[in-house]
């Protein structure tokens, strides 16, 4: 066992985790972020996708470990108390289906209009492309991300 320590969506935890224990595993089983599904394991749909130290991964591809001091931001603590800009969005444009790939589509978003704060059609298709939608709602979830930047505050 190995001892890290993480700040989870503002909680700071001290845990025993296993070092092969991948951080979808761990936000899951061990930080109760159910928000955060286990999609693949493999990295390949961005179901898991979340904020760490700033930048977005697929924490199915990350071990709990790597992640020892950092800061960790899931779907759960995007916005305090209250739906983030981009949450609304996806819930009024449709941009979502069975909600399945949401979380991490949502995550992603962020982080793309953080980076790019009024994306074209193209820069969204292409900022989400790591993410999967096994219900074909992607024109509903550009419409979405659309809707958020133009709502601006979407970071």
Known sequence: MVQIQVTVDGDV???DVEPR???VHYL??????????????TSNCGACTVDVDGQTVKSCSVLAVQ?????VTTIEGLANGEWH???KS???CHGLQCGFCTPGMIMAT???????PNPSEEEIRDGLEGNLCRCTGYHNIVKAVQHAAAAGDAQ
């Open 85 to 87: 800009q981009v949450q």
């Open 21 to 23: 224990l991948l951080l």
């Open 110 to 116: 962020v982080d793309l209009l953080k980076e790019n």
């Open 67 to 71: 992640v020892d001091g950092s800061s």
């Open 28 to 41: 899951r089983e061990t930080a109760g972020k159910v928000g955060t599904p286990a999609g693949c394991d």
């Open 13 to 15: 935890r001290t845990d």
């Open 90 to 92: 996806f819930k009024e």
